[in-house]
Each structure stands twice: as C-alpha cells, then as structure tokens.
C-alpha cells in the first residue's frame, strides 16, 4: 500500500543546473500537487494538477514546471537552481479534501 | 497579511497539560477546515476536520467560528507522544488548500 512514493528524499545541487523530483501515487486520484515547505512560512503551493493533461501554477511558481502525463504521475522540474528554491518539497495527492503527503525531498541549493 | 495565521510557539507545557493552539483565517469564502499533525522532518498527516458543530477525537477538540473566522484545537491530557507540529490548513474551491505556518508543541516529562 504505497501511497504517494516521492524521490529522492535528499539532494545537493549546484546554482544553475536542473534536476526533476519524482511523485507517483497508487491510489487514482485526479488531484495531485506540489508544494514546498520553509520555516515558518507553512506549505505554499507550487503547481497542482486536476487530471492527467491538465496543470495549472499555485503560488509560488516561478522557476518549476510540471507535467500529468499519467494520473498516477506529477514530476516536478526545477529549470535553473537557486538558493532561494532550497526548501522541503512536498507532493500530495487528494480526493475531495482528504490529502496524502509524500515523504518529501530535502533540497540544498549551493 | 498571511491568509492563514497560527502562534509559531513553541508551546512547552508537562505530560498531563491542556494545551489550546488558535488559528485565524482571512478567506470568508472558506469552506473546510482542519488540522494537520507534523512530526519533526516528516511530511504532515491529518489529525482531524473541524466542522461548524465541533467535533472530538478523544483527546482532542477542534473548534470552528466561522463569524469570527477562528478555528481552534484542544489537547487534552498532553503525552509525550503529542510533541510534533500542529497545521491548521483551511480550503476552499474544493481541493485547493491554504496552511497555517504551524504552532510546535512541546511536552516534557
């Protein structure tokens, strides 16, 4: 009963290059979502999806982009590293209101 | 203005305390409401929805007011156990959520 499976749960990078952080969950929601976590600032919305085909940019944006070719899929893609994007990213996965958090991915931007 | 305001605390209080975490939101149109458990570098899993009613899980109480838009959480009898990081996490338009930037809860023996 994996749930929302997210990797990976640590990574180092350098400013200026790109990686993807990968989310998959099991359970067929149509509503999955990334956010990232600071201190102090709660969880802020990053991207969500209602449905495979279908993105739209949550409140911080700038500087991801996603993809839902798959219900069961929602990578997150970080374009160009900053230390600003040094976070704890988490992706979640709903139906109706009940959400499901991955593990998370601890992120240092160097 | 955060649309969703919580006390960062922390909140230390002994095994065996009541502790009361408030959280006021800013969204009248807001339609569900909750609170979410977060243990230390761990993802947030929910403790309980918070209806207009109140409602109680055991030890704990949640509370909404929706005139004043005030949602509130009541421990009972603190463990050690209950030592984490508590969101309160308020929806609206469905599946879109907005999060508290969490209260810390502190029990000591």
């Known amino acids: 009963n994996a749930g929302v499976t997210q990797t990976p749960k640590f990574q180092v990078l350098k400013t200026g290059q790109s990686m993807t952080l990968q989310c998959a969950q099991d359970?067929?929601?149509?509503?999955m979502s990334w956010y990232r976590q600071d201190p102090g600032m709660g969880l802020r919305l990053i991207h969500y999806?209602?449905?495979?085909?279908?993105?739209d940019q949550g409140e911080v944006p700038n500087g991801y982009n996603v993809s839902r070719s798959t219900t069961e899929d929602f990578p997150l893609r970080l374009l160009s590293a900053a230390p600003s994007q040094t976070s704890v990213y988490f992706c979640a996965s709903s139906y109706v209101e009940r959400v499901f958090f991955g593990q998370g991915t601890r992120l240092t931007v160097v | 203005r955060k649309e969703v305001e919580q006390d960062p605390g922390p909140f230390n209080v002994p095994e065996g305390a009541t502790v009361a975490f408030n959280c006021t939101y800013s969204n009248s149109a807001s339609q569900s409401f909750f609170w979410y458990r977060q243990d230390c570098r761990k993802e947030p899993k929910l403790l309980m929805s918070?209806?207009?009613s109140g409602n109680e899980d055991g030890r704990f109480t949640a509370q909404l007011n929706r005139a004043s838009q005030y949602i509130s959480l009541l421990i009972r009898d603190s463990k050690l156990s209950d030592s984490a990081t508590y969101l309160c996490v308020v929806g609206y338009a469905g599946n879109m959520l907005t999060f508290g930037g969490g209260t810390r809860l502190m029990v000591k023996p």
């Open positions: 918070v209806y207009s």
């Open positions: 359970m067929n929601h149509e509503y």
């Open positions: 999806s209602v449905g495979a085909g279908i993105t």
